[in-house]
């Protein structure tokens, strides 16, 4: 089956951390850019960082640049979202989703990764 699966949301105060895992199987994510979108409750689905297949470029929003840090280990066939610092207007749902052939070096829209999403995994701030 081909599908994408987050794992590693939870419960954290503020200025704790988390590590999202998106886990991709019935297929390889060399070729693919996987960005990492989140959904809080009555907002819009948002980008939050993307890394390129290509040549591992980065791309992240003004809002977590410098706190969070995107990596992938395509032998692992996964891509992690490290988390730090976090704060209570983190929270929502997170997504992975993959494209291929797309270079991670600016904001990044939801109709830009048309291949594969994942389930979501929630991620909640909280004191």
């Known amino acids: 089956q081909v599908q994408l699966v987050e794992s590693g949301g939870g419960l954290v105060q503020p200025g704790g951390s988390l590590r999202l895992s998106c886990a991709a199987s019935?297929?390889?994510?060399?070729?693919?850019?996987i960005g990492w979108f989140r959904q809080a409750p009555g907002k819009e689905r948002e980008g939050v960082s993307c890394?390129?297949?290509?040549?591992?470029?980065?791309y992240y929003a003004d809002s977590v640049k410098g706190r969070f840090t995107i990596s992938r280990d395509n032998a692992k066939n996964t891509v992690y979202l490290q988390m730090n610092s976090l704060k209570p207007e983190d929270t929502a749902v997170y997504y992975c989703?993959?494209?291929?052939?797309?270079?991670?070096?600016?904001?990044?829209?939801?109709?830009?990764?048309?291949?594969?999403w994942g389930q979501g995994t929630q991620v909640t701030v909280s004191s």
């Open positions: 019935g297929f390889t994510l060399d070729y693919y850019a």
């Open positions: 989703a993959a494209v291929l052939d797309y270079y991670c070096s600016g904001p990044f829209m939801v109709s830009y990764f048309n291949d594969y």
């Open positions: 890394i390129s297949s290509s040549d591992g470029s980065t």
